[in-house]
């Protein structure tokens, strides 16, 4: 059976499993919004979550870190809570810690980030079918060390996921994908957020680039704290787009015995030269236990950015250009990106069989070679995988 099939197999077997509990308790409705299906010749397979009617929207924690500035506007009040704002454009030379809680509709679907439409006349927010900030709350760094630790508490674990944003990501935004990126995957640690000072508008890409560098300082400060402060045993880390222009930046700044700590580094369709690259690897390599690249021809916003470059090819490439080289782990998503009308730029968030694949990266680091719905392909004498279709 191939990837595709098996998730709409398991798709089917969780909505049934769903419609047969009549009066679930609120631990059952946690556990019946995730399936995991079964093992294909002792492989793991893909995590796919369901809800029926009667299902309870899920309030994902997030603690963030960001030297946005915060906006004149913030310190309101809504029902729910406190919720800050902060500006878009370069940040400052500080950082601002804080906590937000966001909620997921029960009519959530994996890799949505389900937001008003005005196709569908929706002009406002709407927490039963929308992922909406209820909470956002700026702490100082002590509150915010023992929130931190009462969810190690909590979950029995001292172990972090940090979410670095792209290019043309507001705040809001950045906490939104935050949010739908942890409950899609269910990572049950410490689930953080570095927001960068993005401009949040298509037309600055040239200034989200300086941004996105000056930023690299102050993640190397955030992920000194996460190790150093509160002791974290496991760090992993996901970047997007531009905003592993940031990651790279700040893995220069830390010094190689913060590999003991850093494990899992994704780099989702990273806007970064090759050459530029291949050059600075050996100088971070040894700072994280495994690297591993997702890469797509299909990714619109990629081929926008080798235009701006007379065509030199990105690290975040596919297909025919797929980027490979020893120490890092490349998937070519080119044959499960298939969307029309957008950018393709968010495959890793939300396409299935790459949510799937990261779950598994996340979670349990299992090892490439165990994981389904790959297939080995070998080019310049080196091994990469591509999805099966």
Known sequence: MNHALLLRSVEAEGNAIARSWKSPSASASRERQLVVAHTIDGDVSAIVRVAD?????????????????????????????????????????????????????????????????????????????HVVIKVCQVDELSAWKQSAEQRFDEVGNRCALVFIHGYNVGFDAALHRTAQIGFDIDFDGLLTCFSWGSENKVGRYLADLDNADQSAPRLAEFLRT????LEIKSVHVIAHSMGNRVLLGALKELSPSYASRLHEIVMAAPDVDCDAFQQSFPKIKKKAKRFTLYGSDKDKALLFSKKLRADYPRIGDGGENVFVMAGVETLDASDVTTKVFDASHGYAFDNREVLSDLHYIIRTSTPIDKRSGLTRVEKNALRYWKFCV
């Open 53 to 129: 009617a009667t299902a309870t929207r899920g309030l994902v924690r997030v603690w963030f870190a960001t030297d946005r500035y915060p906006s004149v506007q913030t310190g309101k009040k809504k029902a729910e809570g406190r919720i800050e704002k902060f500006d878009d454009g370069r940040g400052s030379k500080t950082l601002s810690y804080g906590h937000a809680d966001v909620s997921i509709p029960a009519s959530h679907r994996v890799g949505k980030v389900e937001r008003p439409s005005i196709w569908k006349l929706e002009l406002r927010e709407d927490d039963t079918k």
């Open 226 to 229: 996460l190790r150093i402060e």
